[in-house]
């Protein structure tokens, strides 16, 4: 007996546009002898398929298992239809019409087939630095509207020849509607120019010429994916240090591109999970503890005093080319000065980095957004991003509770990002920078609209920092016809990680950072709140003390040890403490500064003790770029150094930690004679220790059981496995970052999610 025919229809939700999906389901169809009909809408894929109910049924589970790489499947959802008779499967045109609600793809690193292409002497696309298809290349970087055609992309002004034409029509390529397909013949080309924009090679051997310049010690500037890189010979140290001194950059450290992971293990120590983000498509750089052994391959200046490198592997055809051709690793850092945006448009980087790269290799497939690389760590088998951008945006969290009105969240002022939100999606924008400047205010107010076209969202609820001065703030107040929702930073920072562990509270969350405006106009940093995604109390927090000089208390961190020691001694500093004769000059000033209350705002930050203990233990007085003497004074610390200084923890109303117990027990070890990676290491269990401490009060005091941690201060592994730890032990349950960096990157989500959750309670 023939059993009877099924006719179904399936929507596919998520990141299915660009990436191959409608061949995928066409040839799946057809292998199970279903008929029916594929299609590229607004809201995703749509399909219909009719058969035999049992083939239907395996096309529904392999519609899951075996799915494009780049596919990212949120949802499928199928209704029953009445058979039609249809003997064929077809592939519809795509509807551009309506509300716009299909994803874009971030972008990807080359497959592994494009790879093996751009190595076989045979292929037609043979060393053509372009090559890509639907499971790889760039997406978002070259969208400049939707639906995710070619002639939306900045690959319009080429032209397809004949045979990627045949490619991108025919179902059954790799090729088929890869929207950015082309080859030498009718593509993008390379070409090399000297600082002055004059042509010194052209597609030809601009490849060759380019490796040539940077193993002989020149600085190149290389248009990439998202941005422009500045590269030089990761193991020439004159390379190095002349780089350093042209982008005014003294410390950070440069990330270092490595061919393979073999070539990154020469380097460091990886674990699985570190290989796996290093390997994955979307390639971030990946910080991982070095080998000394390797000193020769990579020079001084490229990470200095740094136990850690961040590496990356190549992500784009000319990247696997260029490294091939140098044959050794190379730096690959973003192309600024200093703490501008990178440069991504031609005529901007010859401008911009003019003075610093000696030739630039350059080509005619333009960036249309900017995208920095992004960042990340292995912590405890788990993957941490500490900057979420180039192959991470623009794909949106799904988010539990639904946003009631669309939502945009402006961010913070350093590592600032944005967020769209709408229904159960928040679209976390890639890396603004540091919103101090007209340029990079410039590309936070276009990303924005960007944003906005893309994925059709129209802003009824605007979530912003308390902080009057920043320009994010600003922006958000200049807004017409929208409701203002203010959140509190370190609220922000909790309900971020709540979000991104999918919970809402209430929990105990402990928001450790820098800085963030207070409630009470002070500056806070080092919090403990009752919060959920929609309300927070401030239930405890570090001892506040006054920071001599604002903002030049975060640049000279010695003038936070001279507090913090004023505080730990009242009565004055007995003996002779290398801190003071080191600053000796201007000591007392900064003293009496901050016994007078002149420009001396207090702050609870959990940043400054850290500052403060750095600049004690000999680390560094000043720094020269944010959180440098922290991450300093983490690397000195002996990590099997088990036992910690103790905090006094006040628990009448207000919880408070007395930050100066610490500084006088590491002041009077040092004087003692013990070693300083002792000493900085039972810094950091000291503090941890106060964490747990001030964890268990309120526990007691609000029966809560679970703990989110967020900050930038948590990005310490040192401080954060202790914490952990302790708060396991304690018997906590821990909610820690991954998806969404702890630091101010993911302060927006913070902001949006608790807009929304204001924004339901109010209706409901
Ligand atoms: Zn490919
Ligand atoms: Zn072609
Ligand atoms: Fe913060």
């Known amino acids: ?383 941490v991003v500490l900057r979420r951008s180039r ?43 540091d919103l101090e400047n007209a340029e990079t205010l410039a590309a936070f107010t276009a990303g924005i609209e960007h944003y906005r076209r893309l994925f059709d969202i129209e802003p009824r609820v605007v979530a912003h920092d308390l902080h009057p001065d920043y320009l994010s703030t600003k922006y958000a107040a200049d807004l017409a016809g929208v409701e203002l929702v203010g959140v509190q930073h370190h609220h922000a920072h909790i309900a971020s990680c709540l979000a991104d562990n999918d919970a809402d509270g209430p929990v105990i969350g402990v928001a450790f950072d820098g800085t963030g405006y207070g409630l009470d106009g002070t500056i806070w940093g080092g919090e403990f709140l009752i919060a959920s995604l929609a309300s927070f109390d401030r239930a405890g927090c570090l001892e506040p003390v006054p920071m001599p000089g604002g903002a030049a208390a975060i640049r000279q961190p010695w003038r936070m040890a001279a507090v913090y020691l004023a505080a730990a001694y009242p009565d004055g500093v007995a003996g002779n403490l290398a801190v003071r004769s080191r600053n000796n000059q201007n000591w007392a000033a900064v003293a009496k500064m901050a016994r007078r209350e002149i420009n001396s705002p207090l702050t609870s930050s959990a940043g400054r003790l850290f500052d403060a203990a750095a600049a004690l233990i000999g680390v560094r007085d000043t720094i020269n770029y944010e959180g440098q003497a922290a991450i300093e004074l983490e690397q000195i610390a002996d990590p099997a150094e088990r036992s910690g200084y103790q905090a006094a923890v006040g628990t009448d109303g207000l919880v408070r930690v007395r930050g100066s117990d610490l500084i006088r027990a590491a002041a009077e070890d040092l004087a003692a004679g013990t070693a300083r990676p002792a000493v900085a290491a039972r810094f950091h269990n000291g503090v941890a220790g106060a964490v747990v401490a001030t964890c268990g009060v309120l526990r007691d005091r609000h029966n809560l059981g679970v703990v989110a941690l967020s900050g930038g201060v948590f990005q310490n592994l040192l401080f954060t496995s202790a914490v952990v730890a302790g708060l396991r032990r304690a018997g906590f349950e821990v909610l820690t970052h991954g998806r969404v960096p702890c630091n101010d990157g993911g302060i927006s989500l913070g902001q949006a999610m608790v807009a929304g959750a204001r924004d339901r309670a109010l209706s409901g």
């Open 391 to 433: 192959g991470h945006a623009p794909e949106p969290l799904r988010v539990g509770p639904e946003f009631r009105r669309p939502v945009l969240a402006c961010g913070a002022e350093l590592k600032n990002t944005f967020c769209l939100a709408k229904g159960n999606r928040a679209f976390i924008s890639h890396h603004i920078g």
């Open 1 to 383: 007996m023939v059993s009877e025919l099924v006719r179904t229809g399936i929507r596919v939700e998520g990141v299915v546009q660009g990436v191959g999906f409608r061949p995928f389901v066409y040839g799946l169809a057809v292998s199970l002898g279903l008929a029916g009909l594929v299609g590229n809408d607004v809201d995703g894929v749509f399909a219909e398929v009719e058969g035999e109910a049992e083939a239907i049924g395996k096309f529904l589970a392999l519609l899951r298992q075996q799915a494009p790489p780049l596919a990212r499947i949120e949802r499928v959802s199928t209704t029953a239809l009445s058979p039609t008779g249809q003997s064929d499967f077809v592939i519809e045109a795509s509807q551009p019409a309506g509300e716009r609600r299909a994803l874009v793809s971030p972008d990807s690193a080359t497959c592994a087939d494009c790879l093996r292409e751009l190595a076989d002497p045979a292929d037609r696309r043979y060393r053509y630095p372009f090559i890509n298809c639907t499971n790889c290349g760039p997406r978002f970087t070259i969208i400049r509207d939707v639906p995710y055609d070619r002639a939306l992309t900045t690959m319009s002004g080429f032209a397809m020849c004949a045979d990627c034409a045949a490619e991108y029509h025919d179902p059954a390529d790799r090729r088929f509607h890869a929207q950015p397909v082309c080859c030498p013949a009718c593509g993008p080309e390379l070409v090399l120019t000297d600082a002055a924009g004059k042509q010194l090679s052209g597609a030809a051997d601009a490849l060759a010429a380019a490796a040539e310049l940077i193993r002989a010690g020149q600085v190149l500037a290389v248009k990439g994916l998202g941005g422009y890189h500045l590269m030089v010979d990761a193991a020439n140290e004159a390379a190095a240090a002349a780089l350093r001194v042209r982008k005014h950059r003294e410390d950070k450290p440069f990330a270092v591109m490595v061919p393979d992971v073999a070539a990154a293990r020469r380097l460091a120590d990886l674990d699985e999970t570190a290989e796996q983000m290093l390997t994955s498509a979307r390639r971030p750089v990946v910080l991982v503890p070095r080998h000394a052994a390797a000193a020769g391959e990579v020079a001084p200046s490229v990470a200095p005093g740094n136990t850690h490198l961040g590496l990356l592997l190549p992500y784009t055809p000319l990247h696997h080319l260029l490294l091939a051709a140098v044959g050794r690793p190379i730096v690959a850092t973003s192309g600024n000065v200093s703490d501008e945006p990178i440069a991504y448009r031609d005529a901007d980087a010859l401008t911009r980095l003019a003075r610093i790269a000696d030739a630039f290799l350059m080509h005619d497939r333009a960036i249309h957004v900017r995208a920095d690389d992004s960042v990340a760590r292995a912590i405890g088998g788990r993957q």
